[in-house]
């Protein structure tokens, strides 16, 4: 049993007040516990836990690249197996890291099937950059390489379905979960690190000065997500859905509302075609993962 | 033992004897049968080794950063695409001083595409940091893994390290090579002795960044280390002669150049030819002679104005361009005669597979004999 009490990723890094992502990373190495290497790509996390000469990790860490950790990971494991160790590899990495530049090698690392497992915080652009728009920036939302404007309402795509494209992969466990919910995080995290073959969670992890919202609102923020169906929570095992959280759903815009890069949905003039085309994605996830929760009419 | 074997399989059996635990490649013409016979070797439980079929280079190298980093004495062998794929992995093995070696079999960069050979290829990762050795013949591409591992993973080096042989000039080609024994080679190279690795019972950080307070530092110790490799080299290259009986310990080689009025200097295949030209030129009393480059990087600047102190001129055969500026290796032969007025003309020669022949080395003499130079040698002007 891991003992959760460890602090592995150690206060005085240097993340904003309100960061999703320094909690992800806090969570995980607890879950993970001492016996583990940690492979970051280049990113946000990977900046404001190692200036050096100082670092967060209370484990061993490796950063190599932006686009290589999952390759980083694959020699790692091989090492490892050849000097009969038992070390778990764990990679930490941001949505564009992952959903964009490095999609080459996760694919290649999962098809072989190292064994590792792959965490994706997912605070849904660019932000170590300076907020610009990644294959998980949701729908609608301005960054600053796709911002909203007299002829553009922002992001003009939905989130890539990563989950379900290494799934696809043949990948033996598969989990989205958020930092909203630390013990579901821990949990999940645990059960890949366990199951042999690459394995996938990604976090959703908000970023208050990507996303323009107060820090102290980040966990309220995750679990609107979480409660208006935009973010769901679910396991997947051999490619199946498991088990997914449900809810009372609320309408999207109680989402939106809080958020800036959503704020010309609303200001000037509000524009329902577009909120209503968010409360359709929303709508699709409920379906499709059966999250509604049917209230009983007495 | 004497065998009479291909180039590629020459280096892949040298490979096998300096055990790597990690080997990760991705195939490319003209370095496929290096990889290919490493693959069979590790199939038949020749050698103990994890081999990753990775999906391109630039996961082949990443894997050897992270199995090195981890503790294994790991390897790759790419060229050309491939190599110009690793271009950003290269320089960061080298920052986080990571000891992978990894076989060149050279070959022109595109475009216009061209699998034959030239060294544009590791000459355009002059500045990232490796160690760069060249060979001349399969018995210098399979003794240099050796003396490659053994230098790289010295704890005073600590550097990546390439060893380029030409593209099937070498790698293709059948020669006697003298094969040492798996008992020779583990007692050249020993195991390998991480100076540090990623391990759970004594975390550290690796490839942190560092802000202008520390970079410039960085750079000045990887600098620093791979000017003073020379002296590592040079020792491991005794050894190296001392125990199998081919002297390593120089960088640089000369051919009939004692006496020489004009010098050659080259590097690889290209050497080979040269000397029989030399043979044939001093037959008809031209006092020429070579002098062949073995380590490109750490540059032998001060053995090499040594080497040449005496000869009226210097035409120096480059099989890169600079393009915009001149061939790498005549840009550092004339920084190194710089103060001794001694005249150097560059001879871009040979790209994307350009036959050189005898014929072509004596009217490069005869050339640089008339003060000329600084050319692309054998242009077909009817296609200009």
Known sequence: ?298 | MMHITEGSHAVAEAVRLCRPQVISAYPITPQTHIVEALAEIVADCQLDAEYITVENELSALSACVGASAAGSRTYSATTSQGLALMFEVCFNAAGMRLPIVMSIANRALGAPLSIWNDQQDSISLRDSGWLQFYAEDNQEATDLHFLAYRVAEDHSVLLPALVCFDGFILSHTYEPVDMITQEDADRFLPKFSPYERLDAADPISFGMYATPDYYLEFRYEMDRVLKQSKEIIHNAGKEFGCMFGRDYSAMIEGYRLEDADTAIVAMGSICGTTKDSIDEMRDEGKKVGLLKIRVYRPFPTEEVAKALSHVQRVAVLDKNISLGAKGAVALEVRDALYSSGIPVKDFIIGLGGRDVRKKDIKAVVALVEKGEGDIFYGLRREVL
């Open chain 1, 1 to 298: 049993m891991v003992d959760k009490t460890l602090e592995l990723f150690d206060c005085g890094h240097r993340a904003c007040g309100g960061c999703g992502a320094a909690l992800a990373a806090r969570m995980v190495t607890k879950a993970a516990g001492t016996n583990t290497i940690v492979v970051s790509s280049t990113g946000c996390m990977e900046v404001f836990s190692t200036p050096y000469p100082e670092t967060a990790w209370k484990v061993p860490w490796i950063h190599s690249l932006f686009e290589n950790a999952a390759a980083v990971a694959s020699g790692i494991e091989a090492s490892l197996k050849k000097q009969g160790r038992n070390e778990k590899v764990v990679i930490m990495a941001g949505d564009g890291a992952t959903f964009d530049i490095g999609m080459i090698c996760i694919s290649g690392a999962f098809e072989r099937g190292h064994d590792f497992t792959y965490i994706c915080y997912d605070n849904e652009a660019y932000m170590n950059t300076g907020i610009q728009r990644s294959g998980a920036t949701p729908y609608d939302a301005s960054t600053t390489t796709s911002p909203a404007g007299k002829c553009s309402f922002g992001n003009k795509r939905p989130k890539k379905d990563m989950p379900q494209i290494l799934a696809a992969h043949g990948s033996p466990y598969v989990a989205t979960t958020s930092i909203a919910y630390p013990a579901d995080l821990m949990q999940k995290v645990e059960k890949a690190i366990n199951t042999r073959g690459p394995c996938y969670v990604q976090i959703h992890a908000p970023c208050c000065t990507g996303w323009g919202f107060e820090g102290e609102q980040t966990i309220a923020i995750a679990k609107l997500a979480i409660e208006t169906g935009l973010w769901v929570n679910y396991e997947m095992v051999e490619g199946k859905v498991v088990k997914a959280k449900k809810v009372v759903r609320k309408p999207v815009e109680e989402y939106l509302k809080t958020q800036k890069r959503f704020r010309h949905l609303f200001k000037p003039t509000r524009q329902d075609a577009e909120i209503a085309a968010i409360q359709a994605i929303a709508d699709r996830n409920a379906e499709k993962y059966g999250i509604d929760i049917k209230l009983r009419k007495e």
